[in-house]
């Protein structure tokens, strides 16, 4: 379906016959080594999925899977239903309709933008191949570089030419591993943003491994997180923050100050307050984890700290451009909690303060156990 027909002519859009891709209970050996221990998940036509996770997850593991080239211990992937690899049937790369793309763009030196891109192409005539790249050359904004090498190219232009290579043949699914890394900061973002915008232009299913939950956010229509060959949760960012499924997840997405607490009743006290314990029964033995980001600190001349704060005292405080990070050491706590401030917030010769904790910025997980 995803192969163009030979006689018909190029269509003005490169829009993609997205599919839905599906994992079943894929679980992954290399030798001893058990990389991907069950992993099952759909990414629908046409979204755009983040698949995050720390060094060694098995991200790229996954990646490869899908594109066909590694093949799975035991489970099966489907595109549209149709088994693609299982037990019995394998199909090799070439016939998946899969884009890859990876952190190095992977360009060959002594060719052309032009060359790069039609590279493969090779299924179709040269004459409608030329005028495939020329068409994805176009839309990544380089036809002024068609006949130019990839070494005069920048970072930014040599991930574009990457990306007009692996969307020329319109791939169902476009598999891109680490898509931004090789970028410099300031680059980044705008990359990124264009190449979003090309992908939900064109439609593609995507999956784009990262290991940074910023980028996940940016990206994904949802994320899903892997630790150790496992996906710990999936859902849209907003699900994943405000709803993490354990300690883990939640420290991905935020810097985090944790407490050890039993519930008392129905709360649980802290060095930073006592809160309320939810559902969490009197007796159980909880972490509190609050987000750095969720402590409000202003400046405290001395006497009774005002209800509802703790006193403390600044350690230390680092300047980050837009926000300031800030230790402050707190009674009952036996290390300083970290606070995320907005860098013009507090006076600049503040030593002593008073914190407060934002509700939304709680989050109790039972100790000891991978979920809340
Ligand atoms: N060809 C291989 N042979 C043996 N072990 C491998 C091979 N490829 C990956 N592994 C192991 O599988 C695990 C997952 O690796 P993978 O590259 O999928 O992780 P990742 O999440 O993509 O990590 P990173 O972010 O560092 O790229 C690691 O423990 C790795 O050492």
Known sequence: MASAPAKAPPPRTGVTFAAELTFEGIHLHYGPVHTLKGISLTVRAGEILCLLGPSGSGKTSLL????GLERQTAGRVLMNGREV?????F???????VGLMFQDFALFPHMTVAQNVRFGLTDMAARIAAGEAQL???RVGLGHHVNSYPDVLSGGEQQRVALARALAPRPSVMLMDEPFSGLDTRLKDSVRAETLAILREMRATTIVVTHDAEEAMRLGDRIALLDRGRIVQAGTAD????????????????????FDARVEGNGVE?????????????????TVAIRTAGLDVAAHGGGMPPPGTVPGRITARRFLGVSEQLLIAIQGADKPVSARIRADELARDARDVTISVRNG?????????ESA
Do not use: C, M, Q, W
């Open 64 to 67: 490869r899977v899908a594109a």
């Open 85 to 89: 690899a299982g037990p019995s049937v």
């Open 91 to 97: 199909e090799p790369p070439e016939k998946r309709s």
């Open 136 to 138: 994805a050359i176009d």
């Open 239 to 258: 699900e994943i923050y405000h709803d993490p499924a354990n300690l883990f997840v939640a420290g991905f997405f935020s810097e985090l100050n944790t």
């Open 270 to 286: 802290t060095p930073l307050g006592r809160f309320d314990a939810g559902r969490h029964a009197p007796g159980s033995e909880l």
């Open 361 to 369: 910025d709680i989050l109790l997980f039972e100790s000891g156990r």
